[in-house]
């Protein structure tokens, strides 16, 4: 990885995890991966982050949680998104619209 | 939200921990070999991938951390952790924990009781609308002893006339009336201005209360009926609106009910008791021309939203004062009228005796917690090893202190709980026992207000009473026990030095409070004993009681009125075991009557300026014999004294001195108003002087008083005084079968001995010096079991030098002395701060005593040997107990 990852806004990290869970579930390394290929690793997700908000965003009802088997046949804990979480990733993304728009704008202005 | 999904988590969290636990480990455990197995996969040897992978979580235990605080309620957790500690941990020691409750339930129970009291009497708003608008107008009256007077029509009238600030003035005068449609009977009925029920913003449960019309001239007369009537004599008819009755043989529509609840709420020197039984309209009041003289209307006023009372009063005063400048009436005196809030001064006369008993229970309630305190500090001296092994195992002294607010609070909850149950007992005892002055007890009640002041009190002693152990867990390091904890030889038991000096102050504490409200007690008590032993003036051994309402159809001149008295008085004499009969217009303590003040002047003075107040009563012959008054010159009423014979009088002494000071009275003539015309202008000649009688408030002389002979001043009703030796059972079904002989439509009420007037005057204080002797037993109980307590603690500490004691040769009557000398020293500290508190209680006290000094010696004198008697006892019984011990026994088990 040549580029530093950059730090992660706060409050975008639940955001991120919701975004992983969109397609399929997915286990806690699963996440982890995603976010840092789909940010083509300007986000490194490190443990001491992402296992407490899996456990806060589980607990408010956004994802569901379920022990599967990975492709290897290893046991791994699967996340999958509820309706709930479903509906808040959606005000999560426009909200992030906005401000990204926001943002851009005042950054032109300059 | 959603909301389940949190519930579920707490759930989780509360009863499935240690699941939750496994399956986070699970889970990271399975996460490290997910990154192992790739690093394998990229060629590293599984050691090395092994080591990368830990190293990429970067700590397992850090990251668990992370996910616990982030679960919800986690805090609580803890709180409720320590919560179920503590709850074990009062659990394993039963005893402990039974007797903190109920110490504390006891004090927390008593002051819920008596603050449900203070609460609905002194604090909960009257119930009338925006009942802080209502204030009560007196007559000032002063020069003629008389500084709570009503007000004359006339001075109604200027009120309404003249102020700007109040939206109208209303007025009440309390008197009785006769049903008479069928068995007659005698009520209890306020005549009241049209708009007073508007005024004081009270409605009615069935029907209208009073319009305008109502009282206007030639108005068909109205009645407003209270609850209890209604539902008595007219059998809840709910049809009743609309109805014609039979009152006073007129006929009057009753056009509505008061609710049952519904009272005056008046002060009781305004003579307008809360039981009413009915109401009437006054008549027209619309005329400046009534006798100023005739006061009777007690006016309340209803102030416009905004004006403040002071404001309000300003206006009352000026306008007083500006009718007393511009009538002719009242000479050089003027007129002072003043307002008071209708509140504080419907409570005036009760307000004090609750603030005392509140005071009291406060104190009991202290010396309740300083029990639990003590048991608190043994504990914690007990508990001395697991403090330490908490804190070796890694609890900060935060958390420990967590942990003992959270114990306190437990404790407190406990208390509180208990005290609640023992508080409605309480107060279903108070109100059963109610004197008839407090009678608006009845309407407190355990409400949401009593509710959070008895969860403040509870909590916040907890919380207090959680402080008393800290100074125990200062001293405890993990090497305990500490330097500070260990005595000079090391011994282990020697080692709570600190402890005993600690509830040796805490015994001092709980004795000084004893002291104090054995004091108070013994005051209230004296005081009230005092009372009951002072000569009122008259008896009332003996004597029976009873209203006649004359029936004025039947007997419609004063000559058939004073032939019906006279024949009356000669049956009821002839009556068996009868050996006295007379009659007064007003009983003794009978504030449901309206007073009569009239004035009086010397022969030949016309300024009425110069005019004092009387108490004024009209007598029969008899009476004074009957009631056992003392005769100090002259003579008594006798028939002689008759409608159209000499008009005379009899006088108190206090008039007799203040009239003719240093002469006889007898012979001497004033100008004084039988006939209740509002000017004194009738000369009559004094024949006899009294010992003054103190028959309106036990406790002191009201004012000069003046009594008329009964056919020179009649009065309908009259209360008949009978003294027999029959008991009241006997006499009642005599006394009625001989009014009914004369006249059935004359209906006699309130058969009662004179002696239930007498003691119902003294049942408030009867009631506050009870209850002030409970609170002083109680702590008195407290403190000795602190003594005890204290005392079989440090004969625990000392056991080996006791022994060594008694082995040198030391009889057990020495080392009883030297313990219980020991817990005399404390208790003698704890009672000279006591005495000295208990001083200072008395002076605020000093308007409660009657007959006895503030420093009463006897008072005194029996609270410093009944707690030197409780202290010694309980001094004595682990003393004797250590004494009789085998010393060697005692050498034996250190």
């Not at chain 1, 699967?78 to 979480?85: K, Q």
């Not at chain 2, 009275?665 to 009294?690: E, F, N, W, Y």
């Not at chain 2, 003054?692 to 002389?701: D, G, S, T, V, Y």
Request: aromatic residues 6%; contains cysteine.
């Amino acid at each position: 990885m040549a580029k530093r990852p950059a730090e992660l806004l706060k409050g975008t990290l639940d955001m991120l995890i919701l975004k992983t869970l969109e397609l399929e579930p997915r286990h806690g390394l699963g996440v982890s991966d995603r976010i840092a290929q789909i940010t083509r690793g300007t986000f490194a997700v490190k443990p001491g982050s992402l296992f407490p908000a899996l456990y806060r965003l589980e607990q408010v009802g956004f994802i569901t949680s379920t022990w599967g088997a990975t492709d290897a046949g290893r046991p791994a804990k699967y996340y999958e998104l509820t309706s709930a979480g479903r509906k808040r990733l959606v005000v999560e993304q426009r909200n992030w619209a906005r401000i990204v728009l926001a943002v851009g704008q005042v950054l032109e202005a300059e | 939200m959603p909301l389940l999904a949190r519930i579920r988590s707490l759930r989780d969290l509360l009863f499935r921990k240690e699941e939750l636990e496994a399956d986070l480990d699970n889970e990271l455990k399975a996460f490290v070999e997910q990154i192992t197995a790739r690093h394998v996969a990229r060629g590293m040897t599984h050691e090395a991938a092994r080591r990368a992978a830990l190293l990429e979580v970067g700590g397992v235990e850090a990251v668990k951390d992370g996910v616990r605080t982030a679960r919800i309620g986690n805090g609580l957790e803890t709180t409720i952790g320590d919560a179920r500690y503590a709850w074990r941990s009062l659990w394993r020691a039963p005893g402990f924990a039974i007797a903190a409750t109920l110490t504390l339930g006891l004090g927390i129970g008593a002051t819920t009781a008596i603050f449900s009291l203070v609460n609905a009497l002194l604090l909960e708003d009257l119930p009338f609308r925006d009942p802080g608008r209502l204030v009560l107008v007196w007559n000032d009256v002063t020069f003629g002893g008389y500084g709570r007077a009503p007000l004359a029509a006339a001075e109604l009238y200027d009120l309404r006339q003249r102020s700007t600030l109040f939206e109208g003035f209303g007025g009440i005068w309390a008197n009785t009336t006769v049903l008479t449609d069928r068995d007659p009977e005698q009520i209890r009925m306020g005549l009241v201005t049209a708009d007073f029920f508007t005024l004081l913003g009270a409605a009615p449960a069935l029907g209208r209360v009073f319009r305008p019309d109502d009282d206007e001239e030639g108005a068909s007369p109205t009645i407003l009926l209270s609850d209890a009537v209604w539902r008595r004599r007219f059998d809840s008819d709910a049809s009743i609106v609309g109805k014609t009755i039979e009152v006073d043989h007129g006929l009057s529509m009753v056009i509505g009910v008061m609710p049952a609840g519904f009272r005056p709420m008046l002060p009781t020197d305004s003579n307008v008791p809360d039981d009413l039984q009915a109401w009437l309209p006054l008549g027209a009041i619309r005329s400046a021309t009534a006798p100023r003289g005739q006061r009777f209307l007690r006016v309340i006023g209803r102030m416009k939203p905004g004006v403040t009372l002071s404001a309000a009063q300003k206006e009352i005063a000026s306008i007083g004062l500006q009718t007393g400048r511009e009538q002719p009436f009242y000479g050089p005196a003027g007129l002072s009228l003043y307002g008071v809030g209708l509140h504080a001064d419907s409570v005036r006369d009760t307000r004090p005796t609750l603030l005392a008993l509140f005071a009291g229970v406060g104190l009991l309630l202290l010396a309740a917690c300083v029990n639990v305190a003590g048991l608190l500090v043994a504990r914690a001296a007990a508990r001395t090893r697991e403090t330490a092994v908490r804190m070796a195992l890694g609890a900060g002294v935060g958390r420990l202190l967590r942990q003992y607010a959270i114990e306190g609070l437990v404790l407190g909850a406990l208390g509180g709980l208990a005290g609640v149950l023992i508080g409605r007992a309480g107060l279903a005892v108070l109100i059963v026992l109610r004197p008839s002055t407090l009678g608006r007890i009845d309407t407190a009640s355990i409400d949401p207000t009593v509710m959070a002041f008895t969860a403040g009190v509870a909590l916040t002693w907890g919380l207090l009473l959680s402080l008393a152990p800290l100074a125990e867990i200062r001293g405890v390091t993990i090497a305990s026990p500490s330097p500070a904890n260990r005595a000079p030889t090391g011994s282990r038991r020697v080692a709570a030095g600190r402890p005993y000096r600690r509830r040796a102050a805490l015994v001092v504490c709980q004795v000084a409070l004893s002291a104090v409200l054995l004091v108070g007690a013994g005051l209230l008590v004296r005081a009230f004993l005092m009372l009951v032993r002072s000569d009122p003036g008259f008896s009332s051994a003996g004597i029976v009681t009873f209203r006649v309402a004359q029936n004025w159809m039947r007997f419609d001149s004063p000559e058939k009125m004073i032939a019906f008295t006279r024949e009356l008085r000669l049956r009821l004499a002839a009556l068996p075991g009868v050996t006295g009969v007379g009659a007064i217009s007003h009983l003794p303590y009978d504030d449901g009557l309206p007073n009569w003040g009239t004035p009086y002047l010397h022969e030949g003075d016309t300024n009425l300026a110069n005019a004092g107040t009387a108490d004024t009563r009209s007598v029969m012959p008899g009476f004074f014999e009957a009631i056992g008054a003392t005769l100090v010159e002259g003579r008594f009423f006798i028939d002689a004294d008759g409608l159209s014979a000499l008009p005379v009088t009899i006088v108190d002494e206090r008039l007799a001195k203040r009239m003719w000071p240093g002469q006889s009275a007898i012979g001497q003539r004033l100008v004084g108003d039988p006939r209740t015309t509002g000017l004194p202008q009738q000369t009559v000649t004094v024949v006899g002087v009294v010992r003054h009688l103190r028959h309106r408030r036990p406790a002191i002389e009201v004012r000069e008083q003046l009594y008329y002979p009964f056919e020179q001043a009649p009065r309908n009703p009259m209360a008949y005084v009978v003294r027999s030796d029959l008991d009241i059972g006997q006499l009642a079904p005599l006394v009625r079968q001989t009014i009914a002989s004369l006249d059935p439509g004359s209906p006699a009420a309130d058969i009662r001995p004179l002696s239930d007037y007498v003691s119902s005057a003294r049942a408030a204080r009867r009631f506050a010096a009870v209850l002030a002797a409970g609170f002083a037993g109680a702590a008195l109980l407290l403190a000795a079991i602190g003594v005890y307590g204290v005392t079989a603690y440090g004969i625990a500490l000392r056991r080996r030098e006791l022994g060594v004691r008694m082995a040198l040769g030391a009889t057990g009557r020495q080392i009883v002395m030297l313990v219980v000398g020991e817990s005399a020293r404390l208790a003698a500290a704890g009672l000279a701060i006591g005495l000295l508190g208990a001083a200072g209680a008395a002076a605020l006290m000093r308007t409660q005593l009657y007959g006895v000094t503030m420093l009463d010696p006897i008072s005194f004198g029996l609270a410093i040997t009944v707690l030197a008697v409780a202290v010694a006892l309980a001094a004595w019984l682990p003393a004797q107990h250590a004494a009789s011990t085998n010393p060697l026994e005692s050498l034996r088990s250190e």
